[in-house]
């Protein structure tokens, strides 16, 4: 437990809702050209037109935006690609989403911030609507390894949910550095604290990069 854990949580509490508007903005604009940055990667077609759907984005058209990126994004990443149903390539990513669900969740908690405590999430039966904000931005970073492992099989080797569970040691850029998916989560939940603590938007979130492993830390 942080030392400051009730004090983070006031924080939260009174965070102001146009401060969690505007940044949910920004998590949902950088998940969209993370998503035009994997289909680029992949030298899949599809890109611009993502991305341009993340650069004429409004604040509080998130939902729309997400939804319109994701279709469209989907049907160049995996053509037929239903996400609903049980598919090979929907394992995939729903393990890897699963270990980086978790990785953010622990570093809430030792952050010292409350994870029930949504900006856009507010299930009330979900203990952890702040993760499954923040989780957003990255979720890209594991469709690429998914599609480069993915079979025919619905359920997972071990060698595919060792290479899943990789993610977090490959390569990511925040604030125009390189490091590991598990330190650019840190300086992201870090960065978050300090704009609920301050009242300022000091919000740190990833550009997703091609497959490399970094087990060591920041460069």
Not at 63 to 71: F, G, N, R, S, T
Not at 73 to 79: R, V
Not at 145 to 173: G, M, P
Request: aromatic residues 6%; proline residues 3%.
């Amino acid at each position: 437990a942080n030392a400051r854990q009730a004090e983070v949580m006031c924080k939260q509490i009174e965070f102001d809702d146009l401060y969690k508007a505007e940044i949910w903005h920004e998590i949902i604009q950088t998940k969209i050209l993370n998503q035009s940055r994997a289909l680029s990667i992949l030298g899949l077609k599809g890109a611009d037109e993502v991305m341009k759907i993340a650069l004429e984005m409004e604040l509080n058209d998130e939902d729309c935006a997400e939804a319109y990126a994701a279709k469209i994004y989907f049907q160049y990443l995996h053509p037929g690609l239903n996400r609903r149903v049980e598919e090979p390539l929907n394992s995939h990513m729903n393990y890897g989403y699963a270990v980086l669900r978790n990785t953010i969740i622990r570093e809430l908690i030792a952050t010292g911030l409350q994870p029930a405590l949504g900006l856009h999430h507010c299930n009330q039966f979900n203990a952890f609507n702040l993760a499954d904000d923040l989780i957003e931005p990255w979720r890209p970073m594991v469709d690429l390894i998914a599609y480069h492992n993915v079979d025919s099989n619905i359920i997972l080797t071990k060698k595919q949910r060792f290479a899943l569970a990789h993610v977090v040691h490959n390569a990511c850029r925040m604030n125009d550095k390189r490091m590991n998916v598990l330190s650019g989560i840190e300086l992201m939940v870090d960065s978050y604290r300090k704009t609920v603590i301050e009242k300022e938007n000091h919000l740190v979130l990833p550009t997703i990069m091609p497959i490399e492993s970094m087990e060591l830390l920041n460069e």
